[in-house]
């Protein structure tokens, strides 16, 4: 028994004009599907611009004393490569996987709010841009790190048009990530199909909610946290005094702790999503992942105050216990995950590679972050590489390998085609390497007293040889992402020639509706001639499969 698609779906085509073709097409397009792909796939040229400033970094500190960058060029190029992913690689890459997937998913033909997310896009490009632009300034590229603290980024302590550009770009791109966060959210509220209540939307729609959500709330506080920046950089009076120093931390942080689940829920969604296909079985804990996400979502909009214990003008014990209590969700959403895996007959495919790796990973991530949240080792290792070996295992060892679980996963989806499996194990392991080998040593390193931000150190104070493994570490992660790199555009180039095999509609037996339409899907998503499963659950093309082999 199948349920007919609204009448908007079965229209099809018909009396639309025809949008245009070639590049015109792609950069004035409207098709959900394209602007996700644009948002995707400029993220990773990105993140590959900023993987060869963090591995000049790591060249300059494999060794005591190392004159390869001056100290301004270290100061630029960690601060636009901390920037960068935050802003312009991990936030941005995460909204537009929900504006490819969430219609789809859904079963709607397409956004509700088309041209305000191509506009978002294009305000992201730009912002992007307009950063990067500051390397071109006689003074160079912002210097201030990615929260850009005054007084250190006022004009008097940091004059030239780079902090200017900088500020410019991260509102271009934070402005572009809410118009299409605000896209995304209007159309799981406004476009589901037939039958798809809300307590029936797959698991990675529910995060999209919640992330959208806290974009709508907490992005604009860093607006706000930007505009001040810009007038006291007209006007240096207005950072004289110690007041609006601390505002603007206070301010900056009510967005920039609920931005780390932002680069978060969408990635441990598509980990779930994954884990449930090649366990073959049903996500386990669907509803009480759901109502975790959203108390998740609510509590990261009051624990900013733990990123400004060594400040004095945080409330130590209110901070502390509400960041402890981001437990309790967490709990949920991992048990969740593991009771997924115990019993199911487990596929190890590429994304399920990824997405096991996830799990632990990211687990030391989120216990060192209860570390962090705690006032007294708080003032130990603040602003030490522990707080940057930290930072990495949530948003590389953990919402990374996420993205790349996704990548492989839905790659056929978008393309008609899988990724080479060989080279995509070959991927993963360098990874798996690469990334422990990196950022394992940041914690020990933290703990010995080495301070962030610093392009050098000297032989007697012992980092040397840690510095050393964090380098070749680094050398296993450049290996994995031309693996990847290579992967992708070889692929692609086969299809090209017509010499790559159809993957098919689900070549994953998967559990969600954008596995019921073609590979790739058309233009308005779900074919006139091809109707839509039933919904009366998260995972209809499960149910459509268990009917089947019960003969219902």
Request: aromatic fraction near 14%; charged fraction near 10%.
């Amino acid at each position: 028994m199948t349920v007919a698609p609204p009448a908007a779906e079965q229209r099809g085509d018909a009396g639309r004009p025809v949008p245009p073709g070639g590049w015109l097409g792609w950069v004035s397009t409207t098709d959900h599907k394209r602007i996700g792909l644009l948002t995707a796939g400029t993220s990773l040229v990105l993140m590959l611009v900023y993987g060869v400033f963090a591995l000049f970094m790591r060249s300059q500190l494999a060794q005591p004393e190392e004159s390869l960058l001056t100290p301004q060029t270290y100061d630029q190029l960690f601060t636009i490569h901390g920037s960068g992913m935050i802003y312009m690689v991990m936030t941005p890459f995460a909204v537009g996987m929900g504006v490819y997937l969430v219609p789809l998913q859904i079963g709607a033909p397409g956004m509700a709010l088309p041209r305000l997310t191509l506009l978002g896009y294009w305000l992201y490009v730009f912002g992007a841009l307009t950063m990067l632009a500051g390397f071109a300034t006689p003074t160079g590229a912002a210097a201030d790190g990615w929260f850009s603290y005054p007084p250190m980024a006022d004009s008097t302590h940091s004059p030239g048009a780079g902090t200017d550009l900088w500020i410019a770009g991260v509102l271009l791109a934070v402005t572009g990530t809410i118009l299409m966060g605000w896209a995304v959210l209007w159309t799981v509220l406004r476009r589901r199909t037939r039958g798809m209540t809300m307590l029936r939307l797959p698991v990675f729609c529910w995060s999209m909610v919640a992330t959208c959500l806290m974009v709508i709330g907490a992005f604009p506080a860093l607006l706000a946290a930007l505009v001040l920046l810009a007038v006291g950089r007209a006007d240096p009076s207005v950072f004289a005094s110690n007041v609006w120093n601390i505002g603007y931390q206070h301010i900056f942080w009510f967005y920039g702790h609920p931005v780390v689940y932002v680069m978060f829920f969408p990635y441990l969604a598509a980990v779930a999503e994954v884990l449930a296909v090649f366990s073959g079985r049903r996500f386990f804990g669907y509803k009480g992942t759901a109502l975790s996400l959203l108390v998740f979502a609510a509590l990261s909009m009051s624990v900013w105050g733990h990123h400004m214990f060594a400040t004095g003008q945080a409330a130590n014990d209110y901070y502390s216990l509400t960041s402890i209590a981001l437990l309790v969700p967490a709990g949920v959403e991992y048990f969740g995950m593991l009771g997924t895996l115990l019993g199911g007959r487990l596929r190890l495919r590429t994304p399920m590679l990824f997405a096991l790796a996830f799990v632990p990973q990211f687990l030391i991530g989120g216990l060192t972050g209860i570390m962090v949240g705690t006032p007294v080792i708080d003032y130990h290792v603040t602003d030490s590489y522990f707080v940057v070996a930290h930072l990495h295992y949530v948003l590389f060892a953990g919402s990374a390998f996420g993205l790349f679980a996704a990548v492989y996963f839905w790659f056929p989806k978008v393309t008609g085609v899988l990724l080479d499996e060989g080279m995509g194990r070959a991927h993963f392991w360098l990874l798996v390497v690469g990334t422990n080998l990196t950022f394992l040593p940041m914690f020990a390193l933290g703990y010995l007293g080495m301070p962030r931000r610093v392009a050098t150190y000297a032989a007697f104070d012992g980092f040397g040889l840690l510095n050393l493994l964090a380098t070749v570490g680094a050398g296993f992660l450049a290996a994995g992402m031309t693996v990847f790199a290579v992967n992708v555009l070889w692929t692609l180039r086969r299809r090209s020639l017509g010499r790559a095999e159809p993957a098919g509609d689900d070549p994953w037996e998967a559990h969600t509706l954008e596995w019921a339409t073609t590979s790739p899907p058309p233009r308005l998503n779900f074919p006139a001639d091809r109707p839509l499963p039933p919904v009366s659950s998260f995972a209809p093309l499960l149910d459509l499969r268990q009917r089947g082999r019960s003969g219902t």
